[in-house]
């Protein structure tokens, strides 16, 4: 549920701010391994249901801070109009979770859009969209929503960017992406880290629109500590 009954001005420097605190964020992020299970339903222009694909990831990093994953459940790919690309898995890992940290902060022009109240926690909105798009990367379009209190993001909702579509071997690729919305979840330490992503949304193929689902659980957090033992295996192909 939300209200419009939060602070409608907003301190100086508040995207620095919010940038900042989603740098510590990722730090702490780093400390945590968990699971990420994903699930996509497909259906075509006419409303028939098509297949689904499901996969279960342990995620580990490094006390450097360098991403491990693992499969829990391989993938089980039943897709029928569909089919997944490198981009989507992208933005699984980098897009779809939202952390707009200090790093990445040049590449975002972000527009304050007001205050609204959240499952009772005051937030600021934030309006990003990126600078410029460059080759060979994904970036995050849409809304943001930031605790007054801690400049934490809780949640967020857009799209990734760009949809491409091009020309190979003569013949035309689509590849478009849902819009979706991702929640988060305050932490013992404080830090709110992602625990659900949700899409329900038609993309604009030529040849018929499909409709998909897709829900993204972050499930199992589990802090360890950096002087333990960890072996790593090699990440999936």
Not at 56 to 63: A, C, K, Y
Not at 89 to 100: H, I, K, S, T, Y
Request: proline share 7%.
């Amino acid at each position: 549920m939300a209200a419009g009954l939060a602070a409608q001005t907003p301190p100086p420097g508040l995207v620095k701010l919010v940038a900042e605190r989603e740098t510590l964020t990722e730090a702490a992020r780093a400390s945590y391994t968990y699971r990420q299970a994903v699930e996509l339903a497909e259906w075509d222009a006419r409303g028939t249901r098509g297949g689904l694909y499901t996969e279960t990831r342990e995620i580990l990093f490094s006390p450097s801070g360098e991403r491990r994953e693992s499969f829990l459940k391989k993938p089980a790919d039943a897709l029928r109009f569909l089919k997944l690309t490198p981009e989507d898995f992208a933005d699984l890992r980098e897009v779809q979770p939202g952390l707009l940290t200090t790093e990445r902060l040049p590449y975002y022009r972000v527009r304050t859009k007001g205050a609204e109240t959240i499952d009772g926690l005051d937030c600021w909105v934030l309006a990003l969209e990126p600078r410029q798009i460059l080759e060979g990367q994904r970036f995050f379009e849409g809304l943001v929503w930031a605790s007054q209190s801690d400049f934490s993001i809780i949640r967020t909702e857009g799209k990734a960017v760009p949809a491409l579509v091009r020309r190979k071997n003569g013949e035309r690729e689509e590849n478009y992406f849902p819009r979706f919305s991702t929640v988060r979840k305050r932490m013992p330490d404080g830090f709110w880290l992602p625990v659900l992503t949700l899409a329900d949304d038609d993309l604009p193929f030529r040849h018929g629109a499909v409709r998909i689902r897709l829900k993204v659980d972050y499930q199992q957090y589990r802090r360890f500590a950096a002087e333990s033992t960890i072996q790593f295996g090699e990440p999936p192909k």
